[in-house]
């Protein structure tokens, strides 16, 4: 059992995660092995997230006065909690697919700046590119008519010197 000392330094930490997190997610972890979950950990830690375990208690009274507020009646059972600073489609993706895999996993709710978003909502905030995709993506669009348009006037210039080439036959002729 936990010291007043470590459950208020558990509390600190987990407030201070909520506060730095663009996306928390609370997912129930029924029935898997260590070895699954700490795969899943890595995995979400190379997609810039963080899956930790509270007790639920703890998280409940932690989540007060943060942003995460409304996720507090889902701090039931053995669940636990993914924090994402940047970039929450990346981790979301991975942890949507996890819960696909494996069917001890399931995904409960979540918040994404500031707002409760059920199962559904998660399964589509996952669909969504993450920023270097849409980047490509935005490049692709501009760089496209700028190619066409470089490509059109090029052409234009080379009708033009094959003119004034066959011009220049004729009359030295």
């Known amino acids: 059992m ?3 000392t470590e459950k208020a ?3 600190k930490e987990f407030r201070e995660r909520a506060e730095q997190s ?4 609370i ?3 029924k029935g898997l092995s260590v070895e699954k979950l700490t795969a899943l950990r890595r995995e979400l830690r190379t997609k810039g997230g ?3 375990i509270y007790k639920n208690t703890l998280a409940r009274i932690s ?3 943060v942003s995460c507020k409304v996720l507090e009646k889902d701090f039931k059972g053995p669940v636990g909690v993914l924090f994402v600073r940047e970039n929450p489609t990346g981790a979301l993706k991975t942890l949507v697919e996890y819960a696909k895999e494996n069917p001890g996993f399931s995904i409960r709710a979540g918040v994404f700046e500031g707002q409760r978003l059920d199962v559904l909502a ?3 905030l996952s669909r969504v590119p993450d920023r270097a995709t849409l980047y490509a993506q935005l490049l692709g669009l501009l760089s496209g008519p700028l190619a066409k348009t470089t490509q059109g006037l090029n052409q234009i ?3 033009l010197a094959y003119g004034l080439s066959e011009y220049s036959k004729t009359k030295g002729s």
């Not at 663009?22 to 997610?25: A, D, K, T």
């Open 2 to 4: 936990a010291t007043k």
């Open 157 to 159: 210039l080379q009708k």
């Open 27 to 29: 997912a129930e972890y």
């Open 122 to 124: 998660l399964g589509n």
């Open 9 to 11: 330094a558990l509390m």
């Open 63 to 65: 989540s007060q006065n």
């Open 22 to 25: 663009q996306l928390m997610v």
């Open 50 to 52: 963080e899956f930790s």
